[in-house]
C-alpha cells in the first residue's frame, strides 16, 4: 500500500477523504475489477489468511486488533509480501472503529497532530476510538515518532504500525515500548503454493479460465521467495501472456517469458541488509572464503554501497585478526581507497581481493578484548591521576608543580625500554592485551612478558626469557629489546628528562 497522504475509512468500509488529508482511500476500498491480482486477492477476513498461524490462535493479540476487543497498539514487522497490509485492511473493514491511514512517505507531523486531536474530539463526546494506521513507519523521523507517544500511551488513538525493518533499529524505544510487536514470517513454499491455486480459481482471481502447469507454479513459488505479492504479480503477468497467445494453459515457458529472474533477496534499507552482513563478517571470522565471496556478492549484486562494504572490511581487519596479521589493515584499508579511487564495478575485484586475505589470514579477537577491558576500567571510574614524571613540562610553571621529574627517556637506555610506571597507580599491573599464538600474534606473545617484566621492574619468568633467545623476534625493534632484556640483568641508566 502507498497511499498519497492522508485517509480515513468508516467502520463498514466506505471511505471518505480525512478533513486534514491530500489524498483519497484508494487502497482500502472495495477493489474493482482491473486492480492488480494481488489486490484483489486479499483476504476477507482472518480465516482467509494463509502463513502466520502463529499469530492466529485464539485469544492472540492479532486476533484481538482484527476485532477490536482489546484497543492494544501493534507494530507489525515483516518482508515484503507477508500480510502487514493485508491484516492492516482487516481492521478497516472488521470493526466499528474509525480508520486512519497514513503513509510515512508523505504524511508529516502536521498530519499526525491532526489526527490526534480529531480522536481527542471524538473521545470527549463518546465518539468512535480511532485506529491509525502507518504504513513504512520507519521511515518516519524521531521527532515524527515523538508526536505519537502521548496519544498511544493514554490510548486516545490505537496505533497500527507496518515495517519491513528491524523496528529495534528503526523505531524509537518509547513508542515500541507502547505497543506489542508481531514479527510476521515469509511465506513458504506450501503457503505461497496454496496462495496460487485459489488465485486460479477465485472468482476475485482467475476464476478458473486458465491452468496452471506443475513446472510453471514451482517456478512462480521460486521466484516469490516468501512473498506472496510478487507470486501472484508473476501470476498475473504470466496470465496475461497466455491470454494473449489464445493459450488455455500457463506453462513454464510463458511464465520465464512473461517475468525476469528473481530479485536478489537483499533489500539495503531494510532488515535482510542487517542479516546479510551479519553473514558477511562471521563467514569470513569463521575463515570459510568461499561463504564470504557469496555474500560479498550477493551484496554487490544488490547494489549495496561500496563504501560501507569496505568500512566493514576495515573494521574486521582490527576487530578479528589485529595484531596475528598486522598486514590485514593495510590491505583492507588499501581496499577502502581504491573503492574512491576506481569505483564500481571494477572495485569488486579489490573488494574481493580484500575480503579472501580476510578469511584466510589467522585470526585474533585480542585487539578488541584490550581495547573492550580498557574501556570498562574507565568507565567503572578506575584509573586516576596522571603520574607526575608522565605530566606535560612544557609550559612555564609546570616544572615548579612537578611536572616531568623523574621521567626516564627509553631512548637513553640500550634496550630502548626502561622501568617506569606509566599506568595511574590503581592500574598498576593489570594486563588488557593478552596475545594469541596465531600467526604474527605469536611473537608478540613471546616478547610482551619481557617488555613488561621491564617496565614493571619485576622478574622475568625463565619460559619468557627462553622464548626470547630462540624465537624469530630479533627482526623487529621491540624483538631486539626483546633478546637483549634476555640476556641483561635488567639495570637501567638513568638517562635524561626528555619531553
Known amino acids: 500500500m502507498e497511499p498519497d497522504g492522508l485517509f480515513s475509512l468508516t467502520g463498514g468500509g466506505g471511505a471518505r477523504p480525512a478533513p486534514t488529508g491530500s489524498g483519497t ?43 477490536g476487543s482489546t484497543p492494544m497498539s501493534v507494530i507489525l514487522w515483516g518482508p515484503p509480501g ?13 470493526t466499528e472503529r474509525r480508520f486512519v491511514a497514513m503513509s510515512a512517505l508523505s504524511a508529516g507531523v502536521k498530519d499526525v497532530r491532526a489526527v490526534i486531536e480529531t480522536a481527542r474530539r471524538d473521545r470527549r463526546v463518546g465518539g468512535r476510538p480511532t485506529v491509525l494506521f502507518i504504513d513504512e513507519v520507519h521511515r518516519f523521523s524521531k ?79 521460486r521466484l516469490a521467495g516468501g512473498d506472496v505479492r510478487k507470486a501472484l504479480t508473476a501470476l498475473e503477468a504470466a496470465a496475461g501472456s497466455a491470454a494473449a497467445l489464445g493459450g488455455t494453459e500457463i506453462d513454464l515457458a510463458t511464465a520465464e517469458q512473461a517475468v525476469d529472474v528473481a530479485a536478489v533477496r537483499y533489500d539495503r534499507d531494510g532488515d535482510a541488509h542487517y542479516d546479510v552482513t551479519s553473514a558477511f563478517i562471521k ?96 568507565r567503572a571510574g578506575r584509573g586516576g591521576a596522571v603520574p607526575r614524571s608522565l605530566r606535560d613540562a612544557h609550559y612555564p610553571g609546570s616544572r615548579g608543580l612537578g611536572h616531568g621529574t623523574g621521567y626516564r627517556y627509553p631512548h637513553d637506555d640500550q634496550r630502548g625500554v626502561v622501568t617506569q610506571q606509566y599506568a595511574p597507580d590503581d592500574l598498576v599491573g593489570v594486563d588488557y592485551y593478552r596475545p594469541t599464538g596465531h600467526g604474527a600474534e605469536r611473537a608478540v606473545a613471546t616478547r610482551l612478558p619481557l617488555l613488561r617484566g621491564i617496565v614493571r621492574g619485576t622478574p622475568v619468568p625463565a619460559s619468557a626469557r627462553t622464548g626470547a633467545a630462540t624465537g624469530n623476534s630479533a627482526s623487529t625493534a621491540t624483538g631486539t629489546v626483546a633478546d637483549r632484556a634476555a640476556q641483561d640483568d635488567g639495570s637501567t641508566p638513568a638517562g635524561e628528562d626528555h619531553q
Open 143 to 221: 521527532t515524527q515518532q515523538d508526536s505519537l507517544l502521548a496519544a498511544v500511551e493514554d490510548r486516545t488513538v490505537t496505533l497500527l504500525a507496518a515495517t519491513t525493518e528491524n523496528p529495534y533499529f528503526s523505531v524509537i524505544s518509547p513508542l515500541l515500548s507502547r505497543c506489542v510487536l508481531l514479527t510476521l514470517q515469509p511465506l513458504d513454499e506450501q503457503a505461497v503454493r496454496k496462495l496460487l491455486r485459489r488465485a486460479m480459481t477465485d472468482e476475485r482471481g482467475l476464476g478458473g479460465t486458465l491452468t496452471l502447469a506443475p513446472e510453471a507454479e514451482d517456478h512462480l513459488v
Open 82 to 94: 507477508s500480510g502487514k497490509t493485508t491484516i492492516a485492511h482487516l481492521v478497516a473493514g472488521a
Open 283 to 378: 563467514s569470513m571470522r569463521g575463515s570459510d572464503v568461499d561463504a564470504a565471496l557469496h555474500w560479498l556478492a550477493r551484496m554487490l549484486v544488490a547494489g549495496e554501497d561500496a563504501r560501507f562494504i569496505a568500512r566493514r572490511i576495515v573494521i574486521f581487519a582490527s576487530e578479528d585478526i589485529g595484531m596475528a596479521d598486522p598486514t590485514a589493515l593495510s590491505v583492507a584499508t588499501a581496499a577502502a581507497q581504491a573503492v574512491e579511487y576506481v569505483g564500481l564495478p571494477e572495485v569488486q575485484l579489490n573488494l574481493a581481493q580484500a575480503v579472501i586475505h580476510m578469511a584466510t589470514a589467522p585470526k585474533s579477537n585480542a585487539v578488541t578484548t584490550a581495547i573492550g577491558a580498557a574501556s570498562g576500567d574507565v
Open 25 to 67: 482511500a484508494d487502497g482500502f476500498g472495495a477493489p474493482g475489477a482491473d486492480a492488480p491480482l494481488p489486490v484483489r486477492m486479499r483476504p476477507a477476513s482472518l480465516d482467509e489468511l494463509i502463513g502466520q498461524d502463529h499469530l492466529l490462535a485464539p485469544g492472540a493479540p492479532l486476533r484481538q486488533l482484527v476485532t
